[in-house]
Protein backbone atom coordinates (compact mmCIF):
# COMPACT_ATOMS: atom_id res chain seq x y z
CA UNK A 1 0.00 0.00 0.00
CA UNK A 2 1.21 3.47 -1.05
CA UNK A 3 2.00 5.74 1.95
CA UNK A 4 -0.07 9.34 2.33
CA UNK A 5 3.03 10.98 1.47
CA UNK A 6 3.56 9.07 -1.94
CA UNK A 7 0.24 9.72 -2.69
CA UNK A 8 0.58 13.30 -1.62
CA UNK A 9 3.61 13.57 -4.54
CA UNK A 10 2.07 11.43 -6.65
CA UNK A 11 -1.39 13.62 -6.53
CA UNK A 12 0.56 16.84 -7.20
CA UNK A 13 2.58 15.26 -10.19
CA UNK A 14 -1.20 14.28 -11.58
CA UNK A 15 -2.51 17.91 -11.08
CA UNK A 16 0.11 19.91 -12.16
CA UNK A 17 0.11 18.27 -15.47
CA UNK A 18 4.07 18.66 -15.86
CA UNK A 19 6.77 16.31 -16.29
CA UNK A 20 9.55 19.03 -14.67
CA UNK A 21 11.50 18.10 -12.24
CA UNK A 22 12.37 20.37 -9.23
CA UNK A 23 15.67 21.01 -10.49
CA UNK A 24 14.43 22.20 -14.08
CA UNK A 25 11.82 24.78 -12.25
CA UNK A 26 14.47 25.65 -10.78
CA UNK A 27 16.99 26.49 -13.70
CA UNK A 28 14.08 27.92 -15.90
CA UNK A 29 13.98 30.38 -12.29
CA UNK A 30 16.97 31.47 -11.68
CA UNK A 31 19.35 30.19 -14.93
CA UNK A 32 16.60 30.77 -17.33
CA UNK A 33 16.67 35.18 -17.94
CA UNK A 34 14.05 35.43 -15.35
CA UNK A 35 15.79 37.18 -12.76
CA UNK A 36 12.83 39.00 -11.89
CA UNK A 37 10.85 35.87 -10.62
CA UNK A 38 13.51 34.70 -9.30
CA UNK A 39 14.32 37.99 -7.42
CA UNK A 40 10.35 37.98 -6.36
CA UNK A 41 11.10 34.96 -4.13
CA UNK A 42 14.51 35.76 -2.60
CA UNK A 43 13.89 38.71 -1.55
CA UNK A 44 10.79 37.88 0.79
CA UNK A 45 13.35 34.69 2.31
CA UNK A 46 15.59 37.84 3.41
CA UNK A 47 12.94 39.78 4.76
CA UNK A 48 11.28 37.24 6.65
CA UNK A 49 13.87 36.43 8.05
CA UNK A 50 14.88 39.74 9.33
CA UNK A 51 11.62 40.34 10.79
CA UNK A 52 12.29 36.91 12.53
CA UNK A 53 15.54 38.67 14.27
CA UNK A 54 13.67 41.68 14.91
CA UNK A 55 10.78 40.28 16.97
CA UNK A 56 13.47 38.10 18.77
CA UNK A 57 15.48 41.45 19.51
CA UNK A 58 12.24 43.69 19.99
CA UNK A 59 10.45 41.08 22.51
CA UNK A 60 13.65 39.98 24.27
CA UNK A 61 12.02 42.22 27.53
CA UNK A 62 8.73 40.93 27.35
CA UNK A 63 7.37 39.21 30.79
CA UNK A 64 3.28 39.67 30.11
CA UNK A 65 1.94 36.53 28.71
CA UNK A 66 -0.60 38.21 26.68
CA UNK A 67 2.18 40.22 25.08
CA UNK A 68 4.04 36.85 24.24
CA UNK A 69 1.56 35.63 22.38
CA UNK A 70 0.78 38.56 20.52
CA UNK A 71 4.31 38.32 19.60
CA UNK A 72 4.84 34.79 18.96
CA UNK A 73 1.51 35.08 16.27
CA UNK A 74 3.56 38.03 14.92
CA UNK A 75 6.95 35.77 14.57
CA UNK A 76 4.91 32.75 12.90
CA UNK A 77 3.88 35.08 9.89
CA UNK A 78 7.42 35.30 9.34
CA UNK A 79 8.50 31.27 9.96
CA UNK A 80 5.29 30.42 7.52
CA UNK A 81 6.41 32.89 5.08
CA UNK A 82 10.39 32.11 5.13
CA UNK A 83 9.51 28.14 4.61
CA UNK A 84 6.70 28.81 1.65
CA UNK A 85 9.35 31.24 -0.17
CA UNK A 86 12.16 28.47 0.58
CA UNK A 87 9.62 26.04 -1.18
CA UNK A 88 9.23 28.39 -4.19
CA UNK A 89 12.63 28.73 -4.64
CA UNK A 90 13.82 25.31 -4.68
CA UNK A 91 10.90 24.83 -7.07
CA UNK A 92 9.24 22.29 -5.00
CA UNK A 93 6.08 24.64 -4.97
CA UNK A 94 5.63 25.38 -8.51
CA UNK A 95 4.50 23.62 -10.99
CA UNK A 96 3.26 23.99 -14.86
CA UNK A 97 -0.29 23.53 -15.64
CA UNK A 98 -2.83 23.47 -18.86
CA UNK A 99 -5.35 26.48 -19.00
CA UNK A 100 -8.84 24.91 -19.98
CA UNK A 101 -10.12 26.20 -23.33
CA UNK A 102 -11.02 30.05 -23.86
CA UNK A 103 -8.95 31.19 -21.30
CA UNK A 104 -6.52 34.01 -22.36
CA UNK A 105 -3.20 31.64 -21.39
CA UNK A 106 -4.78 28.55 -23.14
CA UNK A 107 -2.03 27.23 -25.50
CA UNK A 108 0.47 28.66 -23.48
CA UNK A 109 4.22 27.13 -23.57
CA UNK A 110 7.04 27.22 -20.27
CA UNK A 111 10.09 25.44 -20.44
CA UNK A 112 8.63 23.58 -22.98
CA UNK A 113 6.42 22.13 -21.52
CA UNK A 114 2.68 23.13 -22.55
CA UNK A 115 0.83 25.09 -20.09
CA UNK A 116 1.87 28.03 -17.65
CA UNK A 117 4.05 28.46 -14.10
CA UNK A 118 1.57 28.21 -11.72
CA UNK A 119 3.30 29.11 -7.84
CA UNK A 120 0.42 27.49 -5.61
CA UNK A 121 3.58 27.71 -2.86
CA UNK A 122 2.20 31.06 -2.53
CA UNK A 123 -1.62 29.63 -1.38
CA UNK A 124 0.52 27.41 1.41
CA UNK A 125 1.63 30.57 2.41
CA UNK A 126 -1.51 32.39 3.15
CA UNK A 127 -3.10 29.20 4.02
CA UNK A 128 -1.03 29.04 7.09
CA UNK A 129 0.11 33.03 7.68
CA UNK A 130 -3.23 34.45 7.70
CA UNK A 131 -4.22 33.03 10.31
CA UNK A 132 -1.65 34.24 12.67
CA UNK A 133 -1.94 37.90 11.45
CA UNK A 134 -5.62 37.52 11.79
CA UNK A 135 -5.02 35.97 15.88
CA UNK A 136 -2.91 39.11 16.49
CA UNK A 137 -5.10 41.59 15.06
CA UNK A 138 -7.55 40.04 16.88
CA UNK A 139 -5.83 39.71 20.29
CA UNK A 140 -4.95 43.72 19.06
CA UNK A 141 -8.47 44.66 19.32
CA UNK A 142 -9.39 42.38 21.94
CA UNK A 143 -12.00 40.64 20.34
CA UNK A 144 -12.42 36.79 21.81
CA UNK A 145 -11.65 33.66 20.80
CA UNK A 146 -14.64 32.26 19.49
CA UNK A 147 -14.53 35.37 16.80
CA UNK A 148 -11.00 34.93 15.91
CA UNK A 149 -11.01 31.29 15.32
CA UNK A 150 -14.17 32.08 13.59
CA UNK A 151 -12.12 34.40 11.32
CA UNK A 152 -9.23 31.71 10.95
CA UNK A 153 -11.52 29.41 9.46
CA UNK A 154 -13.10 32.11 6.96
CA UNK A 155 -9.39 32.59 6.23
CA UNK A 156 -8.43 28.88 5.44
CA UNK A 157 -11.26 28.21 3.22
CA UNK A 158 -10.57 31.58 1.47
CA UNK A 159 -6.91 30.29 0.72
CA UNK A 160 -7.78 26.91 -0.32
CA UNK A 161 -10.71 28.01 -2.73
CA UNK A 162 -8.22 30.28 -4.36
CA UNK A 163 -5.83 27.22 -4.31
CA UNK A 164 -8.84 25.10 -6.00
CA UNK A 165 -9.78 28.03 -8.65
CA UNK A 166 -5.89 28.30 -9.41
CA UNK A 167 -5.43 24.72 -10.16
CA UNK A 168 -8.97 24.02 -11.77
CA UNK A 169 -8.34 23.21 -15.44
CA UNK A 170 -11.39 21.50 -16.48
CA UNK A 171 -13.64 24.69 -16.93
CA UNK A 172 -12.98 28.36 -16.95
CA UNK A 173 -16.22 28.71 -15.47
CA UNK A 174 -15.14 26.50 -12.20
CA UNK A 175 -12.01 28.68 -12.06
CA UNK A 176 -14.02 31.32 -11.63
CA UNK A 177 -16.91 29.93 -9.41
CA UNK A 178 -14.00 28.76 -7.25
CA UNK A 179 -12.72 32.20 -7.14
CA UNK A 180 -16.07 34.01 -6.60
CA UNK A 181 -16.17 31.13 -3.18
CA UNK A 182 -13.11 32.52 -2.48
CA UNK A 183 -13.99 36.17 -2.80
CA UNK A 184 -17.06 35.58 -0.45
CA UNK A 185 -15.19 34.02 2.74
CA UNK A 186 -12.66 36.82 2.11
CA UNK A 187 -15.43 39.74 2.59
CA UNK A 188 -16.72 37.94 5.68
CA UNK A 189 -13.32 38.40 6.97
CA UNK A 190 -13.31 42.22 5.92
CA UNK A 191 -16.82 42.94 7.37
CA UNK A 192 -15.07 41.18 11.11
CA UNK A 193 -12.16 43.55 10.53
CA UNK A 194 -13.49 46.73 10.09
CA UNK A 195 -16.70 46.49 12.05
CA UNK A 196 -16.59 44.23 15.05
CA UNK A 197 -12.88 44.43 15.57
CA UNK A 198 -12.69 48.25 15.03
CA UNK A 199 -15.59 48.79 17.78
CA UNK A 200 -14.14 46.20 20.08
CA UNK A 201 -10.40 48.06 19.21
CA UNK A 202 -12.20 51.27 21.01
CA UNK A 203 -13.54 49.82 23.75
CA UNK A 204 -10.00 47.93 24.65
CA UNK A 205 -7.73 51.09 23.97
CA UNK A 206 -6.03 49.87 20.73
CA UNK A 207 -8.24 51.96 18.51
CA UNK A 208 -5.06 53.90 17.18
CA UNK A 209 -2.99 51.24 16.50
CA UNK A 210 -5.94 49.03 15.37
CA UNK A 211 -6.72 51.51 12.62
CA UNK A 212 -3.31 51.62 10.78
CA UNK A 213 -3.06 47.86 11.33
CA UNK A 214 -6.53 47.78 9.63
CA UNK A 215 -6.06 49.73 6.90
CA UNK A 216 -2.29 47.94 6.05
CA UNK A 217 -3.99 44.91 6.33
CA UNK A 218 -7.86 45.46 4.61
CA UNK A 219 -5.95 47.57 1.48
CA UNK A 220 -2.97 45.23 0.85
CA UNK A 221 -5.26 41.71 1.20
CA UNK A 222 -7.84 43.44 -1.47
CA UNK A 223 -4.66 43.57 -4.10
CA UNK A 224 -4.60 40.00 -3.73
CA UNK A 225 -7.80 39.22 -5.68
CA UNK A 226 -7.34 41.95 -8.20
CA UNK A 227 -3.50 40.43 -8.83
CA UNK A 228 -4.99 37.25 -9.25
CA UNK A 229 -7.70 38.40 -11.72
CA UNK A 230 -5.28 40.25 -13.54
CA UNK A 231 -2.54 37.88 -13.26
CA UNK A 232 -2.15 34.40 -15.64
CA UNK A 233 -4.50 32.80 -13.51
CA UNK A 234 -7.24 35.25 -14.74
CA UNK A 235 -7.37 37.49 -17.65
CA UNK A 236 -4.22 37.07 -18.31
CA UNK A 237 -3.07 40.94 -18.51
CA UNK A 238 -0.20 40.57 -16.41
CA UNK A 239 2.30 38.21 -16.67
CA UNK A 240 3.92 35.48 -14.66
CA UNK A 241 6.85 37.60 -13.02
CA UNK A 242 4.89 40.93 -12.59
CA UNK A 243 2.46 38.72 -11.36
CA UNK A 244 4.66 37.41 -8.64
CA UNK A 245 6.09 40.69 -7.81
CA UNK A 246 2.26 42.19 -6.85
CA UNK A 247 2.34 39.20 -4.51
CA UNK A 248 5.70 39.86 -3.30
CA UNK A 249 4.95 43.25 -1.92
CA UNK A 250 1.55 42.97 -0.91
CA UNK A 251 3.12 39.79 1.45
CA UNK A 252 5.68 42.73 2.36
CA UNK A 253 3.04 45.22 3.42
CA UNK A 254 0.57 42.57 5.39
CA UNK A 255 3.41 40.35 6.94
CA UNK A 256 6.62 42.46 7.46
CA UNK A 257 5.62 46.16 7.89
CA UNK A 258 2.49 45.18 9.85
CA UNK A 259 4.50 42.94 12.14
CA UNK A 260 6.94 45.87 12.60
CA UNK A 261 4.07 48.50 13.28
CA UNK A 262 1.94 45.75 16.00
CA UNK A 263 5.73 44.71 17.44
CA UNK A 264 7.12 48.59 18.30
CA UNK A 265 3.42 48.20 20.23
CA UNK A 266 3.65 45.61 22.03
CA UNK A 267 7.09 45.66 23.02
CA UNK A 268 6.30 48.63 24.79
CA UNK A 269 3.66 46.39 27.33
CA UNK A 270 0.86 48.82 27.48
CA UNK A 271 -1.84 47.93 29.88
CA UNK A 272 -4.39 47.66 26.84
CA UNK A 273 -1.69 45.10 25.59
CA UNK A 274 -1.19 43.03 29.03
CA UNK A 275 -3.21 40.53 30.45
CA UNK A 276 -1.51 40.11 33.62
CA UNK A 277 0.53 37.16 35.08
CA UNK A 278 -1.95 34.22 35.07
CA UNK A 279 -3.41 35.19 31.45
CA UNK A 280 -3.29 31.89 29.28
CA UNK A 281 -2.81 29.51 32.56
CA UNK A 282 -4.78 26.40 32.27
CA UNK A 283 -5.22 26.23 35.83
CA UNK A 284 -7.16 28.90 37.66
CA UNK A 285 -4.92 30.71 40.58
CA UNK A 286 -1.39 29.53 38.46
CA UNK A 287 0.81 31.42 36.45
CA UNK A 288 1.93 30.28 33.81
CA UNK A 289 6.23 28.82 33.72
CA UNK A 290 8.06 31.87 32.82
CA UNK A 291 9.84 31.00 29.41
Known sequence: MQSLTALAFDGRHHVLQNGLTDAELVEYVFGGGNTLLALSFVVNIVLAG????GIVYLGRSLTDPR??????ALMLISVVSISSYTGLTSGLTLGIIEMP?????????????DGVLVMWGRYLTWTFSTPFILIALGMIAGSNWTKILTTCAFTIAMCVTGLAAALTTSSLALR???????????????????VDWTR???????????????ILTV???FGYPILWALGVEGFAILDVAITSWGYSILDIITKYIVTFVAMFYVANEPAS???????????????????
Open 50 to 53: LTIL
Open 67 to 72: SKAIAT
Open 101 to 113: ANHPAAGSTTAGE
Open 176 to 194: WWWFVLSSTFFLVIVYVIL
Open 200 to 214: EAERTGTADLFTTLK
Open 219 to 221: VGW
Open 273 to 291: ITGGADYGSTLSGSSPADD
